[in-house]
Structure formats: structure tokens, C-alpha cells
């Protein structure tokens, strides 16, 4: 059920040079039921007085069936944005207004598939931390994979990349491929490729009867990504699409 509350910045720091984690906690204290790959809507006015709002994807490590204390978000800094004025200048302390959640890019429990097929670029990532309790899950039940390609122009850029590096790890069955575009890390892993993640997918050979994939982050990426899993013969029904699009 979608509510309207307030959020107070409890925590936040900086995950890149321009990507700012910020963490929340409701004001009338109460958790806030959501599903990993939901987002939420910040409300706003503009200089003028004109009302607005921003979504964003909640970020909160969390296994779906319990509510949780802290909404945690990811925000890009965009040059004149006004959320950008507002999120990238909010005190701990401040208050802001929001509303959820929203959204259906989620895992499906009716899903009978052998493989999961996360895409990513930027703050699209976020929605895949959630679902990390919730992919656990699945490897653990030892006849699932779940392969995450993230796409940043440099290590510097990789947001959690750590976490997921660790997550490989832990878990049999995950893997992580940081895919950079610009520049190569200071220490190459064996996991990282080079280019966009687009034409990283052909190296994991989608193949429509085992595979779901799920796409979210810039625009174009997300079409190219979209067309060529078509081209791998997936059907559309197993292409998940989220667009991030950056607002002033």
C-alpha cells in the first residue's frame, strides 16, 4: 500500500565523487513495508513554489517480508538539479517529504528460471543490493545462478562495489563482473571486463530457456541491453526494465 510520510536524514556519505548514500528514518517512526526493487517518490517544490518529485530506488538490504527501520537511497548529483539542491545539501536532521513505495521490479516467486541476469549502470544498482538477502535465498537452494554485470566508467565509480565483491565471495553461484568503460582498475580482478555491458552479454550466452534478466540504469543502456537479449531469442515477458532518467 502506497503512503505519504516524512523521512529525517539519520546517516549519509559519499559512494562516488558525484553519488551521495543517504540513510532515512521515518519521522513518526513507524517501518515502511516494501519489496527489494521498489522505489519511492521525494516530494518538493521548486524556487517558484511549483510542486514536483523524484524517484528513487530503495537501497536497504532487506529480505521482503519484514518491514524495515531505515529507507537508504543513492542520489547522482546533476548540475543545476533542483533534487540535487535539496538531497545533496540535506543535513542530518533534515527533513524531507516522500511517498511509497512503487514499482514491480521484482523478483517473482512464481519464477521457474535457472538463471538471473542483473544489469546494471550508475545508481540502477541499488535495486539489486536490496535483493541480496533474497538471492541468498535462491543460491542456497543450489540450482539457481544470478550473474550481475555493472557498467561505471571506472572503478571510483563502481557503487558498492565492495559488497558485491564480497557477496561473490560467500555465495557459490553469484558472480560479479564490474564492467568498465574509461578506465581499468589500479589492480585488474579476473571478474572485471572491459566496455559496456551491453556487449558483455554475449559473453554469458543468454539463452531463452533458462534465463531472466533484469535492466536497469541509463536509458540506453537498457534499450541496447533489451534488444540484444531479444536477439538471444528471450521473450519478452523475461526482459524486466527499470529507466533511470536524471531531472533538473
Given at each position: 500500500m502506497v503512503?505519504?510520510?516524512?523521512?529525517?536524514?539519520v546517516d549519509s556519505h559519499m559512494l562516488a565523487p558525484a553519488v551521495r548514500h543517504l540513510v532515512f528514518a521515518r519521522v513518526d517512526g513507524q517501518p515502511l513495508a516494501l519489496v527489494p526493487g521498489q522505489f519511492m517518490q521525494v516530494h518538493?517544490?521548486?524556487?517558484?513554489?511549483?510542486?514536483t518529485k523524484r524517484s528513487y530506488s530503495v537501497a536497504t538490504v532487506g529480505d521482503g517480508a519484514s518491514p524495515v527501520a531505515h529507507v537508504e537511497i543513492a542520489v547522482s548529483y546533476v548540475d543545476g538539479g533542483a533534487a540535487t539542491q535539496l538531497l545533496g545539501n540535506l543535513?542530518?536532521?533534515g527533513v524531507i517529504d516522500a511517498s511509497g513505495p512503487y514499482g514491480r521490479f521484482c523478483l517473482q516467486?512464481?519464477?521457474?528460471?535457472?538463471?538471473?541476469?542483473?544489469?546494471?549502470?550508475?545508481?540502477?544498482?541499488?535495486?539489486?543490493r536490496a535483493m541480496l538477502p533474497q538471492l541468498e535465498k535462491l543460491l542456497a537452494a543450489g540450482d539457481r545462478e544470478v550473474v550481475?554485470?555493472?557498467?561505471?566508467?571506472?572503478?571510483?565509480?563502481?557503487?558498492?562495489?565492495?559488497?558485491?565483491?564480497?557477496?561473490?565471495?560467500?555465495?557459490?553461484?553469484?558472480?560479479?563482473?564490474?564492467?568498465?568503460?574509461?578506465?581499468?582498475?589500479?589492480?585488474?580482478?579476473?571478474?572485471?571486463?572491459?566496455?559496456?555491458?551491453?556487449?558483455?552479454?554475449?559473453?554469458l550466452q543468454p539463452q531463452a530457456g533458462q534465463d531472466i534478466a533484469y535492466l536497469c540504469g541509463n536509458p540506453n543502456m537498457v534499450d541496447a541491453a533489451y534488444a540484444a537479449l531479444k536477439d538471444f531469442g528471450l521473450p519478452v515477458q523475461h526482459i524486466r526494465r527499470e529507466k533511470y532518467v536524471s531531472s533538473r
Open positions: 503512503e505519504h510520510f516524512q523521512l529525517r536524514l518538493f517544490q521548486y524556487a517558484d513554489g511549483t510542486a543535513p542530518v536532521g516467486a512464481a519464477d521457474s528460471n535457472r538463471r538471473y541476469l542483473l544489469v546494471a549502470t550508475g545508481t540502477g544498482v541499488t535495486p539489486y550481475l554485470l555493472y557498467g561505471a566508467r571506472s572503478e571510483r565509480e563502481l557503487l558498492y562495489g565492495e559488497q558485491f565483491d564480497a557477496f561473490a565471495q560467500a555465495h557459490r553461484g553469484f558472480t560479479f563482473h564490474g564492467c568498465l568503460s574509461r578506465e581499468p582498475r589500479a589492480v585488474v580482478r579476473t571478474s572485471d571486463r572491459s566496455g559496456h555491458v551491453q556487449h558483455v552479454l554475449a559473453e
